[in-house]
C-alpha cells in the first residue's frame, strides 16, 4: 500500500463523531466540549454513570445543539469495553484516550496493586479501547488520540507507577503509529505537563513535598488552556502535542541536554528531600 510520511489527515469537522474515554471529568470533559463546540457529536466514555449524565447536561446547557451521548464502562475490562462499542450505531472518526488515574508515593509504600491498577487503566485501557474501536475507525479513516504526560517521557519523583504506565502508553503509541498511518488512521500523541484538573486535587492532598517540588519546575497550565492548545494540536495532525511553551522547553531540554535537566529536578528534589523512611 502506497502512503506518504508526510501524510496528513484533514482537521476536525463538523458531523464527525468522536469518543472520548475519561469523558467525564477534567480534560476529557474540557475537549468533548470543545470537540461539541465544533460541531462533533461526541459519545462521553466512563465508569460513574451519575457523573457522565452531569457531565452530557453540562456539556448541553453550554453547547445547546450538541449531540452528545455516553457509555457508563470500565476501560481496563475489555469483554464490557468490547460488548459496549458493539452497541454503539454511529460511525466513528476521532477516539480520544483520555481515561486514568495516578497513584502517587514514594516506591517502598506503594504496592504492587498500585502498579496493576495504574497499568490496567492508563495503559491496557487504551489498549482495548482502540481494539474495541479500531475497525470504525478505519472504516473512516479516522484520528486515535492517546493522552499520556510528560510522565511518560521522562521519570518524575513518586510517579514510579505513573511513569511506567505512560512510558508504555508513550512506546505503544510510536509503534500503533507505524502500523496504522498506512492503513488511513492517524495517530496522535498529546503529553501535557501538569494541569488543573479533579485528578490534581485530589493528588494535591497527599502528594509527597518531593513530586510537588517536582512536577511544579513548572506551574500548573489552567485546563481552558491545555484543551485549546490540545484540541489546535489534534486539529493541526500533529503527531506529538506537548501544550504550553514553558512544557516544550522543558521536553526539549530533557532530549538534548538530558544531564543539565536532570541535574536541576535532583536539586529542586534535594532541597525538599524526605524519604519513605522520615
Ligand atoms: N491532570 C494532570 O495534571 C495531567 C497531566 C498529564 C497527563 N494527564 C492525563 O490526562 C488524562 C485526564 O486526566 P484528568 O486530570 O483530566 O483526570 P480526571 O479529572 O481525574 O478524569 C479522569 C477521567 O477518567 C475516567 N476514568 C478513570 N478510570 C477509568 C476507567 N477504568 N474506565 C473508564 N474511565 C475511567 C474518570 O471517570 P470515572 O472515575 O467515573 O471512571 C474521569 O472521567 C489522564 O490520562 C491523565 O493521566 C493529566
Known sequence: MKFSLFNRTAGLRAGQHAVVTGGSSGLGLAL???????????????????????????????????????????????????????SLTQDLDILVNSAGIIREGYFEGLSTSD????????????????????????????????????????????????????????????????????????????????????MVEDLDRTRTPENRRHTLTIPKLRIDQLADATVAGIDSGQRLVVPGAQTRV?????????????????????????GPDR
Request: proline residues 4%; glycine residues 6%.
Open 115 to 198: 502498579f496493576h491498577d495504574v497499568m490496567d487503566i492508563n495503559f491496557f485501557g487504551t489498549v482495548n479501547t482502540i481494539r474495541a474501536t479500531l475497525p470504525r475507525l478505519k472504516q473512516r479513516r479516522g484520528r486515535i488520540v492517546n493522552i499520556a504526560s510528560v510522565a511518560g517521557l521522562t521519570g518524575v519523583f513518586g510517579y514510579t507507577p505513573y511513569c511506567a504506565a505512560k512510558h508504555a502508553l508513550v512506546g505503544f503509541t510510536a509503534a500503533l503509529r507505524f502500523e496504522l498511518e498506512p492503513q488511513g488512521v492517524r495517530v496522535q500523541l498529546v503529553c501535557p505537563g501538569e494541569f488543573e484538573s479533579p
Open 32 to 86: 468533548s466540549r470543545r470537540l461539541a463546540t465544533r460541531g462533533l457529536s461526541v459519545t462521553l466514555v466512563a465508569r460513574d454513570k451519575a457523573r457522565l449524565a452531569t457531565a452530557a447536561a453540562s456539556i448541553s446547557d453550554a453547547v445547546p445543539s450538541a449531540v452528545i451521548d455516553y457509555i457508563a464502562v470500565d476501560v481496563a475490562d475489555s469483554e464490557a469495553l468490547a460488548a459496549a462499542f458493539d
Open 250 to 274: 522543558l521536553v526539549t531540554a530533557q532530549r538534548l541536554v538530558p544531564s543539565v535537566a536532570n541535574a536541576i529536578a535532583q536539586q529542586r528534589i534535594s532541597a525538599v528531600y524526605q
